[in-house]
Protein backbone atom coordinates (compact mmCIF):
# COMPACT_ATOMS: atom_id res chain seq x y z
CA UNK A 1 0.00 0.00 0.00
CA UNK A 2 1.15 4.00 -0.26
CA UNK A 3 0.88 5.20 2.77
CA UNK A 4 1.39 8.99 3.95
CA UNK A 5 2.99 9.61 7.40
CA UNK A 6 1.87 13.28 8.31
CA UNK A 7 4.87 14.30 10.88
CA UNK A 8 8.70 13.38 11.01
CA UNK A 9 8.20 13.16 15.11
CA UNK A 10 8.79 10.80 17.73
CA UNK A 11 5.69 8.48 16.87
CA UNK A 12 5.77 9.07 12.56
CA UNK A 13 9.57 8.10 12.47
CA UNK A 14 8.57 5.22 14.20
CA UNK A 15 5.25 4.08 12.12
CA UNK A 16 6.79 4.91 8.96
CA UNK A 17 9.97 2.86 9.54
CA UNK A 18 7.66 0.08 10.56
CA UNK A 19 5.44 0.22 8.13
CA UNK A 20 8.47 0.37 5.57
CA UNK A 21 9.57 -2.85 7.56
CA UNK A 22 6.12 -4.19 6.32
CA UNK A 23 6.98 -3.78 2.79
CA UNK A 24 4.59 -0.59 2.28
CA UNK A 25 5.57 2.00 -0.34
CA UNK A 26 6.16 5.37 3.02
CA UNK A 27 6.01 8.94 2.46
CA UNK A 28 6.54 10.98 5.49
CA UNK A 29 5.75 14.78 4.99
CA UNK A 30 7.13 17.50 7.32
CA UNK A 31 7.12 21.26 7.20
CA UNK A 32 10.49 21.45 9.18
CA UNK A 33 13.97 20.89 7.11
CA UNK A 34 14.57 17.78 9.12
CA UNK A 35 13.35 15.23 11.27
CA UNK A 36 12.58 15.23 15.13
CA UNK A 37 13.16 18.84 15.98
CA UNK A 38 11.03 17.88 19.37
CA UNK A 39 13.32 14.77 20.48
CA UNK A 40 16.18 16.89 20.01
CA UNK A 41 14.85 18.65 23.29
CA UNK A 42 13.78 15.92 25.26
CA UNK A 43 15.55 14.87 28.30
CA UNK A 44 17.26 18.57 28.17
CA UNK A 45 19.14 17.43 25.04
CA UNK A 46 20.09 13.70 26.49
CA UNK A 47 15.86 12.22 25.25
CA UNK A 48 14.92 9.78 28.38
CA UNK A 49 13.18 7.39 25.64
CA UNK A 50 11.06 5.07 28.02
CA UNK A 51 10.57 4.38 31.57
CA UNK A 52 11.66 0.81 32.30
CA UNK A 53 9.03 -0.13 34.54
CA UNK A 54 6.14 -3.21 34.11
CA UNK A 55 3.08 -2.20 31.67
CA UNK A 56 0.92 -1.97 35.11
CA UNK A 57 3.25 0.72 36.48
CA UNK A 58 3.29 2.54 33.21
CA UNK A 59 -0.21 3.24 33.12
CA UNK A 60 -0.06 4.51 36.63
CA UNK A 61 1.96 7.44 35.25
CA UNK A 62 -0.19 7.83 32.75
CA UNK A 63 -2.66 10.80 33.43
CA UNK A 64 -5.16 10.46 30.48
CA UNK A 65 -6.15 7.76 28.55
CA UNK A 66 -4.79 4.75 30.49
CA UNK A 67 -7.53 2.70 29.72
CA UNK A 68 -7.09 3.32 25.97
CA UNK A 69 -3.72 3.10 25.94
CA UNK A 70 -3.34 -0.41 28.06
CA UNK A 71 -3.48 -2.98 24.70
CA UNK A 72 -0.67 -0.71 23.03
CA UNK A 73 1.67 -0.33 26.05
CA UNK A 74 1.24 -4.29 26.65
CA UNK A 75 2.27 -5.07 23.25
CA UNK A 76 5.05 -2.87 22.93
CA UNK A 77 6.35 -2.43 26.45
CA UNK A 78 9.29 -0.37 27.81
CA UNK A 79 11.55 -3.51 27.88
CA UNK A 80 10.90 -3.44 23.92
CA UNK A 81 11.56 -0.11 23.24
CA UNK A 82 15.10 -0.90 24.98
CA UNK A 83 15.58 -3.84 22.86
CA UNK A 84 13.95 -2.40 19.55
CA UNK A 85 16.79 0.47 20.19
CA UNK A 86 19.26 -1.58 20.96
CA UNK A 87 18.70 -3.94 17.76
CA UNK A 88 18.74 -0.83 15.90
CA UNK A 89 22.04 0.04 17.18
CA UNK A 90 21.40 2.60 20.09
CA UNK A 91 23.11 2.01 23.41
CA UNK A 92 21.16 2.72 26.36
CA UNK A 93 21.59 3.25 30.12
CA UNK A 94 19.05 3.71 32.96
CA UNK A 95 19.04 6.01 35.40
CA UNK A 96 17.51 6.95 38.45
CA UNK A 97 13.92 5.90 38.70
CA UNK A 98 14.12 3.43 35.44
CA UNK A 99 14.38 6.47 33.40
CA UNK A 100 16.10 5.11 29.99
CA UNK A 101 18.47 7.20 28.17
CA UNK A 102 21.28 6.72 25.31
CA UNK A 103 24.62 6.11 26.53
CA UNK A 104 26.28 8.75 24.75
CA UNK A 105 23.53 11.15 26.05
CA UNK A 106 22.79 12.23 23.07
CA UNK A 107 19.05 13.23 21.85
CA UNK A 108 20.24 13.33 18.52
CA UNK A 109 21.83 9.86 18.43
CA UNK A 110 17.56 8.25 18.95
CA UNK A 111 16.37 10.56 15.98
CA UNK A 112 19.43 9.21 13.56
CA UNK A 113 18.55 5.30 14.48
CA UNK A 114 15.27 6.29 13.35
CA UNK A 115 15.53 7.79 10.16
CA UNK A 116 18.57 6.33 9.06
CA UNK A 117 18.85 2.60 10.85
CA UNK A 118 14.30 1.89 11.12
CA UNK A 119 14.08 3.83 7.84
CA UNK A 120 15.54 2.52 4.91
CA UNK A 121 13.25 2.83 1.94
CA UNK A 122 11.16 5.67 3.64
CA UNK A 123 10.94 8.65 1.65
CA UNK A 124 10.86 12.18 2.99
CA UNK A 125 9.72 15.14 2.40
CA UNK A 126 10.65 17.81 4.28
CA UNK A 127 10.18 21.62 4.56
CA UNK A 128 6.33 19.90 2.95
CA UNK A 129 3.72 21.05 5.59
CA UNK A 130 1.01 19.47 4.75
CA UNK A 131 -1.90 21.53 4.17
CA UNK A 132 -5.17 19.61 4.28
CA UNK A 133 -6.15 15.75 3.90
CA UNK A 134 -9.37 15.17 2.11
CA UNK A 135 -11.14 11.41 1.49
CA UNK A 136 -12.99 10.35 -1.51
CA UNK A 137 -14.12 6.69 -2.57
CA UNK A 138 -11.70 5.55 -5.23
CA UNK A 139 -14.73 3.74 -7.38
CA UNK A 140 -14.03 5.33 -10.89
CA UNK A 141 -10.31 6.42 -12.74
CA UNK A 142 -12.11 9.98 -13.00
CA UNK A 143 -11.25 10.74 -9.46
CA UNK A 144 -8.07 9.73 -10.01
CA UNK A 145 -7.72 12.31 -12.95
CA UNK A 146 -9.29 14.92 -10.79
CA UNK A 147 -6.22 15.35 -9.00
CA UNK A 148 -2.65 15.61 -10.23
CA UNK A 149 -1.18 12.52 -8.91
CA UNK A 150 1.40 11.95 -10.88
CA UNK A 151 3.94 12.93 -8.41
CA UNK A 152 5.18 9.37 -6.57
CA UNK A 153 2.53 7.49 -7.60
CA UNK A 154 1.35 4.68 -8.76
CA UNK A 155 -2.03 4.57 -10.67
CA UNK A 156 -2.07 1.15 -10.15
CA UNK A 157 -2.57 0.58 -6.47
CA UNK A 158 -5.52 2.84 -6.75
CA UNK A 159 -7.06 0.89 -9.49
CA UNK A 160 -6.51 -2.57 -7.25
CA UNK A 161 -7.80 -0.97 -3.89
CA UNK A 162 -11.41 0.63 -5.63
CA UNK A 163 -14.47 1.51 -3.20
CA UNK A 164 -11.76 2.09 -0.77
CA UNK A 165 -10.98 5.17 0.92
CA UNK A 166 -8.27 7.02 -0.58
CA UNK A 167 -6.61 10.09 0.35
CA UNK A 168 -5.64 13.67 -0.99
CA UNK A 169 -3.03 15.21 0.76
CA UNK A 170 -2.32 18.65 -0.13
CA UNK A 171 0.72 20.30 0.30
CA UNK A 172 2.62 23.46 -1.24
CA UNK A 173 4.21 21.10 -3.84
CA UNK A 174 0.48 19.97 -5.14
CA UNK A 175 -1.86 17.19 -3.90
CA UNK A 176 -0.74 13.22 -3.56
CA UNK A 177 -2.80 10.04 -3.39
CA UNK A 178 -2.56 8.01 -0.98
CA UNK A 179 -3.93 4.67 0.31
CA UNK A 180 -3.79 5.29 4.15
CA UNK A 181 -2.59 8.20 5.98
CA UNK A 182 -1.05 7.92 9.54
CA UNK A 183 -1.09 11.77 11.35
CA UNK A 184 1.37 11.65 13.66
CA UNK A 185 1.46 15.77 14.15
CA UNK A 186 1.86 15.54 17.86
CA UNK A 187 0.43 18.04 20.15
CA UNK A 188 0.64 22.33 20.25
CA UNK A 189 3.51 22.95 22.96
CA UNK A 190 6.60 24.06 22.16
CA UNK A 191 5.12 25.25 18.32
CA UNK A 192 9.03 26.07 16.99
CA UNK A 193 9.63 22.48 17.02
CA UNK A 194 6.56 21.96 14.39
CA UNK A 195 4.20 21.03 16.58
CA UNK A 196 1.27 24.00 15.90
CA UNK A 197 -1.86 21.51 16.14
CA UNK A 198 -2.64 21.27 12.43
CA UNK A 199 -3.49 17.55 13.60
CA UNK A 200 -6.65 18.89 15.12
CA UNK A 201 -7.61 20.62 12.76
CA UNK A 202 -7.48 18.01 10.00
CA UNK A 203 -9.04 15.58 12.54
CA UNK A 204 -11.51 17.80 13.13
CA UNK A 205 -12.25 18.07 9.11
CA UNK A 206 -13.01 14.26 9.44
CA UNK A 207 -16.05 14.70 11.80
CA UNK A 208 -13.77 14.22 15.09
CA UNK A 209 -14.06 15.42 18.54
CA UNK A 210 -11.23 17.52 19.82
CA UNK A 211 -11.05 17.35 23.96
CA UNK A 212 -9.93 20.86 24.41
CA UNK A 213 -6.13 20.90 24.83
CA UNK A 214 -4.69 22.52 28.41
CA UNK A 215 -0.53 22.73 29.43
CA UNK A 216 0.04 19.59 30.93
CA UNK A 217 3.84 18.98 32.81
CA UNK A 218 4.54 22.90 32.81
CA UNK A 219 5.08 25.60 35.32
CA UNK A 220 1.77 26.94 37.74
CA UNK A 221 1.45 30.57 37.62
CA UNK A 222 0.68 32.46 41.37
CA UNK A 223 -1.05 35.65 42.46
CA UNK A 224 1.48 36.33 44.91
CA UNK A 225 3.27 39.51 45.35
CA UNK A 226 6.35 37.84 46.62
CA UNK A 227 7.03 35.71 43.86
CA UNK A 228 9.19 38.33 42.19
CA UNK A 229 11.57 38.16 45.02
CA UNK A 230 12.10 34.89 45.23
CA UNK A 231 12.84 33.99 41.07
CA UNK A 232 15.64 31.55 41.25
CA UNK A 233 15.51 29.73 45.03
CA UNK A 234 14.69 26.25 44.81
CA UNK A 235 13.59 24.25 48.09
CA UNK A 236 14.45 20.88 48.08
CA UNK A 237 12.36 18.03 50.30
CA UNK A 238 9.40 20.27 50.69
CA UNK A 239 5.71 18.59 50.15
CA UNK A 240 3.13 20.61 47.64
CA UNK A 241 -0.47 20.36 48.39
CA UNK A 242 -3.63 21.00 46.54
CA UNK A 243 -7.26 21.07 47.19
CA UNK A 244 -8.05 20.39 43.83
CA UNK A 245 -12.21 20.63 43.21
CA UNK A 246 -12.35 18.95 46.59
CA UNK A 247 -10.14 16.27 46.21
CA UNK A 248 -6.52 16.35 48.15
CA UNK A 249 -3.09 15.37 46.05
CA UNK A 250 0.42 16.05 47.90
CA UNK A 251 3.58 16.20 45.87
CA UNK A 252 6.83 15.10 47.79
CA UNK A 253 10.45 16.70 46.21
CA UNK A 254 11.75 19.52 44.89
CA UNK A 255 10.60 22.32 43.30
CA UNK A 256 11.87 26.54 42.47
CA UNK A 257 10.40 29.99 42.43
CA UNK A 258 10.34 31.32 38.51
CA UNK A 259 9.64 34.94 37.46
CA UNK A 260 5.39 34.17 37.46
CA UNK A 261 5.40 31.14 40.28
CA UNK A 262 6.59 28.18 40.67
CA UNK A 263 8.13 25.00 38.62
CA UNK A 264 10.49 22.06 38.95
CA UNK A 265 9.29 18.49 39.09
CA UNK A 266 6.99 17.82 41.70
CA UNK A 267 4.65 21.27 40.37
CA UNK A 268 4.85 19.82 36.58
CA UNK A 269 3.31 16.76 38.31
CA UNK A 270 0.70 18.02 39.74
CA UNK A 271 0.25 20.79 36.66
CA UNK A 272 -1.47 17.63 34.58
CA UNK A 273 -3.60 17.10 37.61
CA UNK A 274 -5.76 20.42 38.09
CA UNK A 275 -5.56 21.80 34.31
CA UNK A 276 -8.73 20.97 34.29
CA UNK A 277 -9.49 21.96 37.48
CA UNK A 278 -12.25 24.92 38.78
CA UNK A 279 -11.34 25.43 42.13
CA UNK A 280 -6.92 25.11 42.99
CA UNK A 281 -6.31 25.53 46.51
CA UNK A 282 -2.26 26.00 47.15
CA UNK A 283 -0.46 25.40 49.85
CA UNK A 284 3.75 23.94 51.13
CA UNK A 285 4.95 22.44 53.91
CA UNK A 286 8.16 23.30 54.21
CA UNK A 287 9.41 20.75 56.79
CA UNK A 288 7.34 17.26 55.93
CA UNK A 289 9.36 15.41 57.92
CA UNK A 290 9.00 17.15 61.30
CA UNK A 291 4.97 17.27 62.55
CA UNK A 292 3.51 19.96 64.48
CA UNK A 293 4.66 18.69 67.50
CA UNK A 294 8.18 18.57 66.20
CA UNK A 295 8.45 21.58 64.94
CA UNK A 296 7.17 23.26 67.91
CA UNK A 297 10.13 21.83 69.83
CA UNK A 298 12.76 22.56 67.41
CA UNK A 299 11.52 26.00 66.93
CA UNK A 300 11.77 26.22 71.25
CA UNK A 301 15.62 25.48 71.08
CA UNK A 302 16.30 28.17 68.13
CA UNK A 303 14.16 30.59 70.30
CA UNK A 304 16.70 29.52 73.35
CA UNK A 305 19.59 29.85 71.40
CA UNK A 306 18.80 33.11 69.76
CA UNK A 307 17.02 34.78 72.81
CA UNK A 308 17.85 38.55 72.29
CA UNK A 309 18.24 37.93 68.50
CA UNK A 310 15.50 39.36 65.48
CA UNK A 311 13.22 36.66 64.72
CA UNK A 312 14.80 37.03 61.15
CA UNK A 313 18.42 34.72 62.43
CA UNK A 314 15.78 31.98 63.40
CA UNK A 315 14.02 32.01 59.87
CA UNK A 316 17.38 32.10 58.68
CA UNK A 317 18.05 28.58 60.32
CA UNK A 318 15.04 26.94 58.62
CA UNK A 319 14.56 28.68 55.28
CA UNK A 320 16.60 29.94 52.25
CA UNK A 321 17.53 34.08 53.23
CA UNK A 322 14.63 35.05 50.46
CA UNK A 323 12.37 33.20 51.98
CA UNK A 324 13.15 33.95 55.33
CA UNK A 325 12.31 37.54 54.76
CA UNK A 326 9.04 36.47 52.74
CA UNK A 327 8.09 34.30 55.70
CA UNK A 328 8.77 36.52 58.38
CA UNK A 329 5.92 38.89 56.81
CA UNK A 330 3.75 36.33 56.10
CA UNK A 331 3.34 36.40 59.42
CA UNK A 332 3.76 39.66 60.52
CA UNK A 333 6.51 39.24 62.86
CA UNK A 334 9.34 41.40 60.73
CA UNK A 335 11.88 42.46 63.30
CA UNK A 336 10.81 41.17 66.57
CA UNK A 337 13.01 40.23 69.07
CA UNK A 338 12.76 36.40 69.68
CA UNK A 339 11.87 36.95 73.20
CA UNK A 340 8.88 38.97 72.35
CA UNK A 341 7.14 36.46 70.66
CA UNK A 342 4.13 34.94 72.28
CA UNK A 343 2.90 31.23 72.42
CA UNK A 344 0.02 32.09 70.06
CA UNK A 345 2.51 33.75 67.64
CA UNK A 346 4.76 30.71 68.00
CA UNK A 347 1.78 28.63 67.01
CA UNK A 348 1.09 30.84 64.11
CA UNK A 349 4.89 30.32 62.78
CA UNK A 350 4.41 26.26 62.96
CA UNK A 351 1.10 25.98 61.66
CA UNK A 352 2.37 28.79 58.40
CA UNK A 353 5.51 26.25 58.06
CA UNK A 354 3.42 23.08 57.55
CA UNK A 355 0.68 25.16 55.58
CA UNK A 356 2.37 28.26 53.85
CA UNK A 357 -0.55 29.40 50.99
CA UNK A 358 -0.15 30.35 47.65
CA UNK A 359 -2.37 31.45 45.64
CA UNK A 360 -3.17 29.53 42.39
CA UNK A 361 -3.27 31.98 39.15
CA UNK A 362 -3.64 29.45 36.36
CA UNK A 363 -1.35 27.25 34.31
CA UNK A 364 1.81 28.94 32.08
CA UNK A 365 0.79 28.89 28.25
CA UNK A 366 0.85 26.03 26.52
CA UNK A 367 3.52 26.98 24.09
CA UNK A 368 5.58 26.01 27.41
CA UNK A 369 4.48 22.61 28.08
CA UNK A 370 6.36 19.40 27.85
CA UNK A 371 3.09 17.96 26.40
CA UNK A 372 -0.34 18.75 25.60
CA UNK A 373 -2.92 17.65 27.33
CA UNK A 374 -6.57 16.80 25.41
CA UNK A 375 -6.60 16.24 21.43
CA UNK A 376 -8.24 13.93 19.31
CA UNK A 377 -11.02 12.07 21.21
CA UNK A 378 -10.12 8.32 21.65
CA UNK A 379 -13.26 7.41 21.96
CA UNK A 380 -13.59 7.53 18.49
CA UNK A 381 -10.15 6.03 17.82
CA UNK A 382 -9.34 2.04 17.64
CA UNK A 383 -6.90 1.46 20.52
CA UNK A 384 -5.19 -1.95 18.77
CA UNK A 385 -4.74 -0.36 15.20
CA UNK A 386 -5.49 3.48 15.85
CA UNK A 387 -7.59 3.77 13.11
CA UNK A 388 -10.14 6.58 13.05
CA UNK A 389 -13.63 4.50 13.85
CA UNK A 390 -15.08 7.66 11.32
CA UNK A 391 -13.00 7.22 8.49
CA UNK A 392 -11.37 4.17 7.58
CA UNK A 393 -7.67 4.13 6.30
CA UNK A 394 -6.73 7.59 8.65
CA UNK A 395 -5.28 6.82 11.83
CA UNK A 396 -3.54 8.61 14.55
CA UNK A 397 -0.21 8.25 16.96
CA UNK A 398 1.66 9.83 19.35
CA UNK A 399 0.50 13.51 20.89
CA UNK A 400 -2.38 14.32 18.89
CA UNK A 401 -4.44 11.68 20.48
CA UNK A 402 -5.98 13.00 23.92
CA UNK A 403 -3.69 11.20 25.69
CA UNK A 404 -0.89 12.30 28.43
CA UNK A 405 1.72 10.90 30.96
CA UNK A 406 3.88 12.55 33.50
CA UNK A 407 7.70 12.96 33.14
CA UNK A 408 9.94 10.22 33.09
CA UNK A 409 10.32 8.84 29.15
CA UNK A 410 6.52 8.10 29.56
CA UNK A 411 5.20 10.13 26.99
CA UNK A 412 7.88 9.05 24.26
CA UNK A 413 7.19 5.38 25.10
CA UNK A 414 3.24 6.50 24.20
CA UNK A 415 4.67 8.14 20.92
CA UNK A 416 6.98 3.89 20.64
CA UNK A 417 3.53 2.18 21.43
CA UNK A 418 0.85 3.84 19.37
CA UNK A 419 2.94 3.88 16.09
CA UNK A 420 4.19 0.22 16.86
CA UNK A 421 0.81 -1.27 16.70
CA UNK A 422 -0.63 1.16 14.12
CA UNK A 423 1.82 -0.33 11.89
CA UNK A 424 1.72 -3.92 13.06
CA UNK A 425 -2.21 -3.64 12.70
CA UNK A 426 -2.48 -2.02 9.64
CA UNK A 427 -4.39 -3.74 6.84
C1 LIG B 1 11.15 20.33 26.31
C2 LIG B 1 10.55 18.95 26.18
C3 LIG B 1 11.21 17.87 26.74
C4 LIG B 1 10.65 16.60 26.66
N1 LIG B 1 11.35 15.55 27.19
C5 LIG B 1 10.81 14.31 27.13
C6 LIG B 1 11.54 13.19 27.62
O1 LIG B 1 12.72 13.30 28.01
N2 LIG B 1 10.92 11.98 27.61
C7 LIG B 1 9.64 11.81 27.12
O2 LIG B 1 9.13 10.70 27.16
N3 LIG B 1 8.97 12.84 26.57
C8 LIG B 1 9.52 14.08 26.55
N4 LIG B 1 8.84 15.12 25.98
C9 LIG B 1 7.55 14.85 25.29
C10 LIG B 1 7.80 14.22 23.92
O3 LIG B 1 8.80 14.94 23.24
C11 LIG B 1 6.53 14.21 23.08
O4 LIG B 1 5.50 13.61 23.79
C12 LIG B 1 6.76 13.46 21.76
O5 LIG B 1 7.76 14.08 21.00
C13 LIG B 1 5.47 13.37 20.95
O6 LIG B 1 5.78 12.74 19.74
P1 LIG B 1 4.85 12.96 18.46
O7 LIG B 1 5.45 12.18 17.38
O8 LIG B 1 3.44 12.72 18.79
O9 LIG B 1 4.98 14.52 18.16
P2 LIG B 1 6.30 15.43 17.78
O10 LIG B 1 7.53 14.73 18.24
O11 LIG B 1 5.97 16.74 18.31
O12 LIG B 1 6.29 15.42 16.20
C14 LIG B 1 5.30 16.05 15.43
C15 LIG B 1 5.86 16.33 14.05
O13 LIG B 1 4.79 16.66 13.16
C16 LIG B 1 5.22 17.70 12.32
N5 LIG B 1 4.03 18.40 11.82
C17 LIG B 1 3.08 19.05 12.52
N6 LIG B 1 2.14 19.56 11.71
C18 LIG B 1 2.51 19.21 10.45
C19 LIG B 1 1.95 19.46 9.16
N7 LIG B 1 0.82 20.15 8.98
N8 LIG B 1 2.61 18.96 8.08
C20 LIG B 1 3.75 18.26 8.21
N9 LIG B 1 4.33 18.01 9.39
C21 LIG B 1 3.71 18.49 10.51
C22 LIG B 1 6.10 18.56 13.19
O14 LIG B 1 6.97 19.38 12.43
C23 LIG B 1 6.83 17.51 14.02
O15 LIG B 1 8.04 17.12 13.42
C24 LIG B 1 9.40 16.41 26.00
C25 LIG B 1 8.76 17.49 25.40
C26 LIG B 1 9.34 18.75 25.48
C27 LIG B 1 8.63 19.90 24.82
Known amino acids: MKIAVVGAGASGLFVAGCLARNGHSVIVFDGNEKAGKKIYITGKGRCNLTNLCSPDDFLQNVVRGDKFLRSAIYNFTSQDAVDFFENLGLKTKVERGNRVFPLSDKAS ?6 ENNLCKGVEFRYNEKVLSIDVKKSQTNSFLKECDCSKDLEKSSYE ?6 IFVIKTCNGDFLFDRVVVATGGKSYSLTGSTGDGYKFAKNFGHNIVPIKSSLCAIKLKDDFIQKLQGISLKN ?3 HCDVDGKKLSYFGEMLFTDKGISGPIVLTLSSK ?3 AKKVDLWLDFKPALDEKQLEQRLLRDFEDNK ?3 IEKVFLGLFPKAVAEIFANVVGLEKRKVNSIKKEERAKIVSTIKKFPLHFDG ?3 IETAVVTSGGVDTAEINPKTFESKKVKGLYFVGEVLDVDALTGGFNLQIAWATAFSCAKNMK
Not at 109 to 114: G, M
Not at 160 to 165: G, R
Open 109 to 114: DVTKVL
Open 160 to 165: ETSQQN
Open 238 to 240: VSL
Open 274 to 276: INR
Open 308 to 310: NKD
Open 363 to 365: LYD
